[in-house]
């Protein structure tokens, strides 16, 4: 079984700054890509950001410029650098892996999510 445990949520001003992280640990034979989502009351789950194995990342436009994906692959880890933060950017975020399997198969594993709050 896998488990992601994700820190560093909380409540930020407008302009402010959050980092998140999440680490994967368990029976991991290999991990294709991580990414953040999120979730606002009353809407769907987002993609805000997803990095590769290689190295590729991917953002949802409303985030550019203002949120850094990173991983580090020793550590079966990713990070959500957050500048810029903006109310609407309001939400729980989680974690997501995608963990490939020896037989050529792929499984998606979520955190428990952590909350990020931005007042105006």
């Known amino acids: 079984q896998v488990q992601l445990v994700e820190s560093g949520g909380g409540l930020v001003q407008a302009g402010g700054s959050l980092r998140l992280s999440c680490a994967a640990s368990?029976?991991?034979?290999?991990?294709?890509?991580m990414g953040w989502y999120r979730q606002a009351p009353g809407k769907q789950r987002e993609l805000v950001a997803v990095?590769?194995?290689?190295?590729?990342?991917n953002y949802a436009d409303s985030v550019k410029g203002r949120f850094t994906i990173s991983r580090d692959n020793a550590k079966n880890a990713v990070y959500l650098q957050m500048n810029s933060l903006k109310p609407e950017d309001t939400a729980v975020y989680y974690c997501?892996?995608?963990?490939?399997?020896?037989?050529?198969?792929?499984?998606?594993?979520w955190g428990q999510g952590t909350q990020v709050t931005v007042s105006s």
């Open positions: 997501n892996a995608r963990i490939g399997t020896p037989w050529g198969t792929s499984s998606d594993y």
């Open positions: 368990g029976s991991i034979f290999g991990i294709n890509a």
């Open positions: 990095v590769t194995s290689g190295g590729s990342t």
